[in-house]
Each structure stands twice: as C-alpha cells, then as structure tokens.
C-alpha cells in the first residue's frame, strides 16, 4: 500500500500544536481510510504528533499503522487493556498546545476538521471540550449528543424505549431532534467516537478511568469535565464519517455497555438511588429480552450475574 502523506509534524524536541489519539483492536479492514483521511483533517491546525495504540490486534494493524504512516507513533499495548487505557498511553506521549482529539480508527474527520474544533474551544474559555458532526455513510446526521443519566430516563426508556423517550428531556438520555444539531449546541456528554479535548479539560480532568474497559468511559470523562465548570459545545463545521453498529448486534458489547451504564451511575449517587437506576435498567432489559431479542437476554443476565471483561473482547473498533 502507498503510504500516507505527513501532517505537519513538530520538530525534534517540540510540543505539538495537535495530538490525534487512536486506539485499535483488529482494525486492520478500516484502518486506511482513517489515515488517508488524517492529514487534510489537519491542515491549518498546526504541528502534529499522532499516536496509535494498538491492543494486542491479531489482523496486523499495527504493522498496518506503520507501513501506511510511517509518521505516526505506533505503541504496542502488550495486551488488550481496554479502550481508556489506549487513550492513556497515548496521553503519555506528549502533551499538545492546543489541544488532543480522540478518534475511533472508523471516524474520518472531514478535511480541516481539527482546527475547527480547536479554534471553537479557543474562542470561549468555558468550553472543555468540542465535538463534530457524526455522520452516517449515507450522508445523515446520526444523533451523538446525549443527556445525563437518570433513573428518570432509564425508566423513560424502560417503557417508552429510547426513541420515543428521547423526545422528553426528562425521559431519555439521547438528543434525536436534529432541530438540537445546530452550532454551539451543549450536551451533558456525547459519543466518545470523535472528541477534542482542551488542555484546561485535561488538566481539570485527569486521565480516563480505565476500570470501565469499554463504554462509559467517555459519559465519565464528560461528565467529570462538566464538573468542573466546562462545558461540552458542538461545532458543526466539522465532521466526521462514523457507520459504527458493533455493539447493537454484539451481546458481549452490549451487556458490557449496560453494566456499565449502572456502574458509571453508582459512582456519583448513592446507594438508593444507584439501586433504583439499576432496577430501570434491568427493566428495560428484561421485557426487551422477553421479545426475544438476544442482545437484551445477555444483558439482564450480566445484570443479575455480574459481568467480566475477557481480555478477547474488542476495546475499539473492529473488522466485525
């Protein structure tokens, strides 16, 4: 394969005005278009330092990663430690100027993206941390910006489903009403496949939590963020193509990502409560698992079981 063209990178010794963090797990099939796509993404923005962590992949992807961009920092995990733990390590490389936006391998970013999204959080010392546009291969909106998780909303959703329960503030968690997508918009969180982090969110923020292995960890980030008086600002001026969908067919992924939500919601609330969000949950599971749908079925059980990350279990986006 030809490789790819460098971004501007820093001089020896220098700090980046960008670091792009990517994590991968058997990424090799959708790793191309990503890199290819990289340096018109961040034209305009500055110096960059672009680091892949790759954990344990089996397909190649690291190698992959070199031989298309010989540019990049490639670091092998030495296992596969999660998806938190990949953003970490590449966290450690160096610290950027301007700012660090974490990627999916399967996020194209559209071309001068990256300043957009820093010259926004630029603009407002309130904002901590921006977000593209997520766009779906066909060229629609899909709905990435989400509200904060409440027992409310888990029940909104229990009975109503996610849908029609985002339609109320009150009962859902995910903002669907594309009259919401507009530039500037905020969100208590939004999906982790494409964020610009500030350096004043980091500094406030510390490092991902990497207990949460995957899923989560990004509401937690965001969140944490919020805490601390930074908000969260969509910019639609950029943009990223993101199909995603592992989860939605994958009864590991989508058991993990339910624990997870009611592990994350027991980390800021009390026990009481933590008990109420985890009944909605468990809820919402089980009359969907009675429809016979076996994603629902595999997670009310980790729900009742309790659920353990197998270290084969994909932490980034896969080939499927």
Do not use: C
């Not at 010989?70 to 998806?83: H, I, M």
């Not at 409440?150 to 009259?179: I, N, Q």
């Amino acid at each position: 394969m030809t490789a790819v063209p460098a971004p501007v990178l820093p001089g020896q010794g220098e700090q980046p005005d960008v670091l792009v963090a990517v994590v991968t797990y058997n990424s090799a099939e959708i790793l191309a278009p990503f890199l290819h796509a990289l340096p018109a993404a961040l034209a305009g923005a500055g110096t960059a330092t672009v680091v892949v962590v790759d954990n344990d992949s089996a397909d190649g992807t690291a190698a992959l990663a070199r031989e298309l961009a010989p540019w990049a920092t490639v670091l092998e995990a030495g296992g596969n430690f999660g998806y938190a733990a990949g953003i970490n390590q590449a966290l450690d490389v160096t610290p950027a100027r301007r700012g660090t936006y974490v990627l999916n391998p399967d996020a194209v970013p559209s071309p001068g993206s990256v300043d957009v999204l820093a010259r926004a959080a630029e603009l407002d010392p309130g904002i901590g941390i921006t977000v593209p546009r997520i766009i779906a291969e066909d060229g629609s909106l899909k709905p990435s910006l989400r509200r904060e998780p409440t027992v409310g909303r888990a029940l909104g959703e229990a009975v109503l489903g996610g849908r029609r329960a985002s339609r109320f503030t009150a009962l859902g968690e995910m903002v669907t009403d594309v009259r919401s997508y507009t530039d500037g918009a905020e969100a208590d969180w939004a999906t982790g496949a494409a964020m610009f982090l500030t350096p004043r969110a980091l500094a406030a923020a510390g490092r991902w939590r990497e207990d949460y292995f995957l899923y989560s960890e990004e509401t937690d980030y965001a969140l944490r963020v919020r805490d601390a008086g930074l908000s969260l600002r969509l910019v639609t001026g950029a943009e990223v193509v993101h199909p995603g969908g592992d989860m939605a067919v994958s009864p590991q992924l989508w058991s993990l990502a339910t624990v997870n939500r009611t592990r994350l919601y027991r980390s800021r609330h009390g026990r009481t409560r933590s008990a109420a969000f985890w009944l909605a949950v468990l809820l919402n599971e089980g009359v969907r698992a009675l429809l016979g749908r076996p994603t629902h079925r595999e997670a009310a059980r980790a729900l009742v079981l309790g659920l353990r990350p197998h270290p084969s279990w994909p932490t980034s986006v896969t080939t499927g």
